[in-house]
């Protein structure tokens, strides 16, 4: 009887740690960090800046007025050259855009793939540009005094672009990409010439003309757009980015014709001057911050047995 009740007691502490244990699985189940996937589907907000660079008005005018003499060749002269454009024009950009992401791992690295699409408008991006030339000469010998201005504006009211993304996580939730691919945006653009032709001595004096022409420009410019950002998985399916993109979208491109009026002693005496071919670059620099809503994603625990 009293072999009987001792083999009992072993067995019964023998499977002690067994039941240990299954009690601690059952009571304390290990999980796995929780994992940020990028996969699938997203869609946001953006906003911030944008700073068009400094693009120089190319031109080049050619006389049409005949007989032409010095002072006619002198106008064209001074309505040719490089060095006319608006200043670098600061606005504010906002938008929304969408995208579709894969993440992936080579080699041990994690690594995100996928295309996004934005548009955006543009407030207060227009520019201003001016330039004063002054000359005398005359074909006859007489004193004449000659002055021109040609002025340039130009604005952007809204931009879009279509690019491919790569970027690797450093961490689960943080995602450092490269971007580029195209671009397009409203471009407007006015390029406008006057000048004042005034003899002020000789036998031809007071036979004075002004000269105008200007010539509007609208459309919509494809480029190229290249950049580079960080965004973060602020929650399992939120994610904050900031983000730098420049864009070129192109030349801008016309014909001026300048006509002349006279006035005082030439009153009645109108015509065509000269024509001005002008080209001058869109592009410039984006800064901006944005949000994205990711559909396909998920981060619940994975127990682990």
Do not use: C
């Amino acid at each position: 009887m009293n072999l009987f009740k001792i083999s009992v007691s072993l067995l019964l502490i023998s499977n002690i740690p067994a039941y240990s244990a299954d009690l601690a699985t059952l009571k304390s189940p290990v999980t796995a960090p929780p994992s940020y996937l990028w996969n699938g589907l997203y869609a946001g907000l953006n906003a911030g800046g944008t700073l068009a660079n400094n693009s120089a008005v190319n031109s080049t005018t050619w006389n049409v007025y005949q007989p032409a003499s010095n002072a006619d060749l002198t106008l064209s002269a001074l309505l040719s050259g490089s060095g006319s454009g608006p200043s670098g024009n600061a606005g504010f950009i906002g938008g929304g855009q969408i995208g579709y992401s894969s993440q992936m791992s080579f080699r041990g690295i994690n690594l995100v793939t996928g295309g996004e699409a934005d548009i955006q408008g543009i407030a207060a991006s227009g520019g201003n540009g001016s330039r004063w030339i002054a000359s005398n000469t005359d074909n006859f010998g007489n004193p004449v005094s000659l002055l021109s201005n040609q002025k340039v504006n130009t604005s952007l009211s809204y931009l879009g672009t279509v690019r491919t993304r790569f970027g690797w996580l450093p961490t689960p939730a943080l995602l450092v990409y490269g971007t580029g691919g195209l671009a397009y945006g409203g471009v407007n653009a006015t390029v406008e010439n006057a000048q004042l032709w005034t003899t002020t001595g000789g036998a031809q004096a007071g036979q004075n003309s002004i000269m105008f022409g200007n010539s509007p420009y609208s459309s919509t410019q494809v480029g190229w757009s290249a950049g580079g950002g960080v965004e973060w998985m602020v929650f399992p399916n939120v994610s904050a980015k900031a983000e730098y993109l420049y864009y070129d979208l192109g030349n801008v491109s016309g014909s001026i014709v300048n006509n002349y009026y006279g006035t005082n002693l030439f009153a009645g005496n109108n015509g065509i001057q000269n024509i001005t071919d002008y080209s001058g670059r869109i592009s410039g620099n984006i800064i901006r911050a944005g949000v994205n809503y990711h559909f396909n994603i998920t981060s619940m625990p994975v127990a682990s047995k």
